[in-house]
């Protein structure tokens, strides 16, 4: 499939426009909201702060609101993970984005993993949201992510996210295959991280990924018009 013929494809409704910085604004949430409206973006993805400005903003929308638990670096404790997961939702976000204990799978307590899922998930969809997990790609092995691939698919999550964003590396078009091939059919693969390009954004999307997130995601369409 060439470039050309990919970016005749509806590109802003496969993408996530998100603003997940430290430094993250109002002005800022407003901006995406207002960008996702103009562009057509599936959903958003703010801090958990900003969760009920950005549904103030896309009011009488079909755009999702995302927002994180145990971000970014994950090793948050269960019990502050379901707290955190409990006020997004009574703020009203439509998506939990949840950061695995990535300290947890470095020490194999694989245990905790399971315990962890299996705690936040029935909160989640008891309340009809969606759940994706967020492993980190770039910090973990083949065989670390096979494993998460295998818990995550038991529990049956909406989706793995291949990265935060805060990590030495992004997704890459490898660590997609793997997944695609080691994950349950059901469960989708939501690509993040690094993500700056119209053409990154096919490979990932040919790889596997049914979605990108990414701070980027004007910049990709304009691209993508371009290429068209």
């Known amino acids: 499939m060439s470039i050309g013929y990919f970016c005749t494809m509806n590109m802003a409704s496969l993408i996530e426009h998100n603003c997940l910085g430290p430094a993250a604004t109002v002005s800022d949430i407003e901006n995406i909201c207002s960008e996702a409206k103009e562009y057509g973006f599936s959903a958003v993805a703010v801090p958990p702060l900003f969760v009920k400005k950005a549904k103030e903003a ?23 993970k379901l707290a955190e997961t409990v006020l997004a939702i009574v703020d009203g976000t439509d998506e939990i984005n949840m950061v695995v204990n990535i300290s947890a799978i470095k020490n194999t307590d694989w245990q905790y993993i399971a315990k962890e899922i299996n705690t936040i998930m029935p909160v989640v969809k008891a309340k009809g949201r969606i759940i994706k997990v967020i492993i980190e790609t770039g910090l973990l092995t083949d065989e670390e992510m096979i494993t998460c691939c295998d818990i ?40 993040s991280g690094s993500i700056q390009s119209c053409a990154f954004a096919k490979q990932l999307l040919d790889a596997g990924a049914c979605n990108i997130s990414t701070g980027n995601a004007v910049q990709i ?4 018009a371009v290429l068209n």
């Open 152 to 191: 995550y698919g038991a529990a049956g999550v909406d989706a793995i996210k291949t990265s935060t964003g805060f990590a030495s590396a992004g997704v890459t078009v490898e660590s997609v295959k793997l997944l695609r091939k080691h994950l349950a059919d059901a469960v989708q693969i939501s690509a």
């Open 58 to 80: 896309l009011q009488n929308s079909n755009i999702k609101i995302a927002t994180v638990v145990g971000f970014p670096f994950g090793y948050s404790a269960i019990e502050a």
């Open 221 to 224: 369409v304009k691209e993508a």
